[in-house]
């Protein structure tokens, strides 16, 4: 792989929903719907998150876009840390604290000169801040991080965008298309609304719709339709990001190819970079160029689709691909059928969280949770026996 | 196909809708012969007509439903004219039926043990307790654990995949010789569906029924059906051999799905795209009812209603360019590379 900048890099993501029950409400458990999971996403590549109901890919794409607050985790956008644009007081602090004022002073101990401390750190946004902590205290990194908060989530809100699943109900029926692409833009003051009619005819065009029909409502169009009103929303910021939440996964499957190929040639077009969430392992696959496969909330397998699909490591991976059918009557595939459901996020099993399913589970599987590691260059696999189980 | 004599004869069924817009013709002339012990997939995209195929043999259709013409022949006698007490006692009985959302297709407030009982001491005249020990027996046929726990849980305690196969156990509670599957995994994971469509082969091979298997997924009709129905806009399109539909299909939208979808086994560099939308049902084009999404399109197709036509032995399809689509589908191909 070819090193390409990174344009979003997630740190230990997680995201709990509280549990409440009695009189009181009190917060009795939590859902672990995502569980400390660590990616990154290349400029102009598509990341395919993907995996069964309830493994937290959704959840994991809300939280990136800060359309959820995420429990705990850091977000990077561009070489800026996101994280405390949408924090406040003692929030941010505790933040600041357990994210970075640990390890800086960690690194101040460690070294004697200030330059070697700030060296040590390989991360573009922690030499930043350490420059400025070990220059301006405590004081500088806040006045730092907590200026232009507004002025930071707008630009934020402009460059991470999003294209929901369900083209019925992400489109507002009161409005006419013209203003739901264009509110946007609008706001962001992108162009004059003497503007708006050629600019949204444009991206109307774009996206093979006709012109005119930005006078129109939703209710007036097909879902495959609606879902191309729903990429010229997105596409009208001209954002950094992307996220596509199970956006083909409602249409017919005529209509879902159109939709996959309008989606591929305007990446091409306009080098946006995507994450591309989808249950559909075959989708995902033509689409993307890097595969995440999640199961309950972790990352089991991370890599390259060339190496996914040749040489799957985990486990889960392996009996995923085999439980796909295949559309050729004369493939006889020997399948893998996992036994049972996937156990509920409220109460994941101890140790790897895979392996009351997995046909190749040990002693150790049970009690120790597997990290995700580097098996090999640009391969992650969190399995303790990662390769050994082949279909 | 088989020498078995055919269990159930479809001709030219047609099922019209009455609605404030016009009459809708949702199902306007099929045909086919379903044997015991084979499996028969009905593909299609949203309102193609296959649902209202399988709803047809049932005789559930909504009250604006009817059937002007078209015969239903299950072990000899016609379907459309039975009284309602004949076909209660076939429906459920003799032809079952899984519906996709196993979520709404169950009742909620009665047990899975009840909904299950129901059925058998209606159809087999059998005492409570007697149908109850059937009802855990079947449960764990369709590989539910603790059936004896479950079979007194209601509907919300179980999960998709158990539910599914709860309905599968209700509908093969009274040993039917059809069955009828409308779109059973679609709702599932593809590793809870992979565990069902095992299930029903497994079920298939003990007890001879025959399936009509409804689906949008051509995985999946590959991998559980021995011939398929390809519909558009109420009417067969292609029809024949499971390998031959895939190997050799003969009509261009046929052609068209099994191109235009992503698969794991085989990279593509673009996929093929089927212009436009599938018409509202009361504004399809004269003449071939694809001609306005078709790349084979003529003047022809556009005012001249092609038959259906056979090709080969029991592989039949409606186009007016059978024989250009290899031709053009090798340019097609060509001009990608």
């Known amino acids: 792989m070819e090193d390409k900048k990174i344009l979003l890099k997630v740190d230990n993501l997680k995201k709990y929903f509280p549990v409440r029950a009695g009189v009181f409400k009190k917060v009795v458990a939590h859902v672990k719907a995502v569980d400390d999971i660590s990616f990154d996403v290349r400029q102009g590549e598509t990341l395919g998150l993907v995996g069964e109901s309830g493994c937290g890919k959704s959840t994991t794409g809300m939280s990136v876009l800060r359309l959820m607050d995420p429990t705990s985790g850091r977000i990077m956008l561009d070489g800026e840390d996101t994280t405390t644009w949408f924090m406040k007081g003692s929030q941010m602090k505790k933040y600041l604290n357990d994210t970075y004022l640990e390890k800086f002073e960690k690194a101040r101990s460690d070294f004697k000169n200030q330059n070697e401390a700030i060296d040590f750190f390989q991360n573009e946004i922690d030499r930043k801040y350490a420059k400025v902590y070990f220059e301006e205290g405590i004081a500088g990194l806040k006045k730092l991080v907590d200026t232009g908060n507004n002025h930071k989530r707008k630009y934020f809100r402009r460059n991470a965008q999003i294209i929901f699943q369900d083209p019925y109900s992400s489109l507002n029926p009161r409005q006419r298309i013209k203003n739901i692409i264009a509110e946007g833009m609008l706001t962001h003051n992108l162009i004059k609304p003497s503007d708006v009619n050629n600019v949204v005819g444009d991206l109307l065009d774009k996206v093979g719709l006709q012109k005119d029909y930005m006078y129109r409502f939703p209710h007036q169009f097909s879902g495959g339709q609606r879902q191309r009103i729903g990429i010229a929303r997105a596409l009208a910021l001209n954002p950094k990001l992307i996220v596509s939440d199970e956006a083909v996964s409602a249409l017919d499957v005529s209509v879902q190819s159109q939709v996959i190929n309008l989606m591929m040639d305007i990446q091409k077009e306009y080098k946006l970079t995507f994450i591309f969430i989808a249950h559909d392992l075959a989708v995902v696959k033509h689409i993307s160029d890097r595969i995440a496969v999640m199961y309950l909330g972790k990352i089991a397998e991370l890599t390259s689709k060339e190496k996914l699909f040749e040489k799957p490591m985990h486990p889960y991976t392996v009996s995923l691909m085999s439980a796909i059918p295949v559309p050729d009557p004369e493939v006889k595939k020997k399948r893998i059928i996992l036994k049972g459901d996937v ?31 580097m098996i090999e260059e640009d391969h992650y696999v969190s399995c303790h026996f990662a390769g050994e189980f082949r279909s | 196909m088989s020498d078995k004599e055919p269990i159930l004869k479809v001709k030219n069924l047609k099922t019209y809708f009455k609605t404030e817009d016009g009459i809708v013709k949702a199902v306007n002339g099929i045909d086919f012969d379903l044997c015991p012990g084979e499996t028969l997939a009905i593909v299609g995209e949203s309102g193609s007509g296959k649902s209202v195929t399988s709803l047809s043999i049932m005789r559930l259709l909504d009250t604006n439903g009817y059937i002007p013409e078209g015969e239903i022949i299950y072990k000899g006698k016609n379907v459309t004219k039975m009284s309602d007490s004949e076909i209660r006692s076939v429906r459920g009985n003799e032809i079952a039926m899984i519906f996709q959302e196993p979520m709404t297709a169950l009742n909620p407030v009665f047990t899975i043990g009840e909904q299950i009982t129901e059925a058998i001491t209606l159809h087999m005249k059998m005492n409570e307790e007697d149908a109850k020990t059937r009802a855990v027996d079947l449960l764990r046929k369709v590989g539910i654990p603790e059936p004896e726990k479950r079979v007194d849980q209601y509907p919300h305690e179980l999960s998709g995949g158990m539910r599914q196969r709860a309905m599968i156990a209700m509908a093969l509670s009274c040993n039917p010789s059809i069955l009828i599957a409308d779109e059973p995994t679609t709702a599932l994971d593809v ?27 051509l995985g999946v009709v590959a991998e559980m059906s021995d011939r398929a129905i390809v519909m558009y806009g109420g009417e067969t399109v292609e029809q024949g051999d499971i390998v031959n539909i895939y190997k050799n299909p003969r009509h261009p939208y046929t052609w068209g799905l099994m191109n235009s979808i992503p698969r794991i086994d085989i990279d593509t560099e673009r996929l093929w795209a089927i212009p436009g939308v599938v018409p509202s049902p009361l504004n399809f084009p004269k003449g071939c009812k694809f001609s306005n999404r078709c790349f084979l399109a003529s003047d022809k197709c556009k005012t001249d209603h092609p038959g259906l036509e056979t090709i080969e032995n029991d592989h039949f399809s409606r186009c007016w360019h059978i024989d250009k689509l290899v031709e053009e589908v090798k340019k097609v191909r060509a001009g990608d590379k």
Do not use: V
């Open chain 2, 191 to 217: 590793t809870i569906q992979a565990q069902i469509l095992e299930l029903m082969k497994d079920l298939q091979k003990e007890f001879g029924m025959a399936i009509i298997f409804i689906t949008h997924d």
């Open chain 1, 343 to 373: 156990p509920s996020p409220l109460n994941p099993p101890k140790g790897c969280r895979f392996h009351p399913r997995c046909p190749i589970a040990k002693d150790i599987c049970s009690k120790i949770e597997p990290p995700l590691k």
